[in-house]
């Protein structure tokens, strides 16, 4: 057996982003849970379908099939259409924790989506040079949310 004890400062990281969406909370929520499931993608063009078991417990993963895929967390809160947190090694194949929190508000019509990523381990520092330089899948999701949401709603007021 092999014990090595070494004293090493452990990365953390703190992302946050808001979109404002002209359209009821529950509306924005639904959707919400639609990018982070079956239409999930990282960037435009680049879709990464996931499950989201919107439960207290519920998985956040990459089903592959055949028994395969990837862990993303577990559904630590969910409060409809207010709040959603996940925790988890999200993307991460390091000894790391991520949590997540998607927070609505609404006021006059608009709601607020507030995206918090937290996160604390051993992750090279080096691959998180391309979220520094803007290029990063949280805000797209959030844009993804809004335009999906624009286009219900206006399907909707089409259909009046």
Do not use: C
Request: net charge negative.
């Amino acid at each position: 057996m092999m014990l090595t004890i070494s004293e090493q400062s452990i990365p953390t990281l703190e992302i946050t982003r808001e979109e404002e969406i002209a359209a009821p909370i529950e509306i924005v929520f639904e959707t919400l849970l639609e990018h982070l499931g079956p239409r999930h993608e990282v960037a435009p063009d680049a879709p990464l379908p996931m499950k989201l078991e919107p439960w207290p417990g519920g998985r956040w993963y990459r089903d592959l099939g055949n028994n395969t895929g990837h862990y993303w967390g577990h559904v630590q809160v969910i409060k409809p259409p207010k709040l959603l947190e996940i925790w988890g090694p999200l993307f991460m194949s390091y000894p790391a924790i991520s949590h997540l929190t998607y927070r609505l508000t609404s006021e006059g019509g608009v709601t607020r989506l507030k995206l918090t990523h937290r996160a604390i381990g051993q992750f090279p520092l080096e691959d998180w040079k391309g979220v520094q330089e803007g290029m990063e899948p949280w805000s797209h999701t959030l844009v993804k949310v809004r335009e999906a949401v624009e286009r219900r709603i206006g399907a909707n007021a089409e259909r009046r």
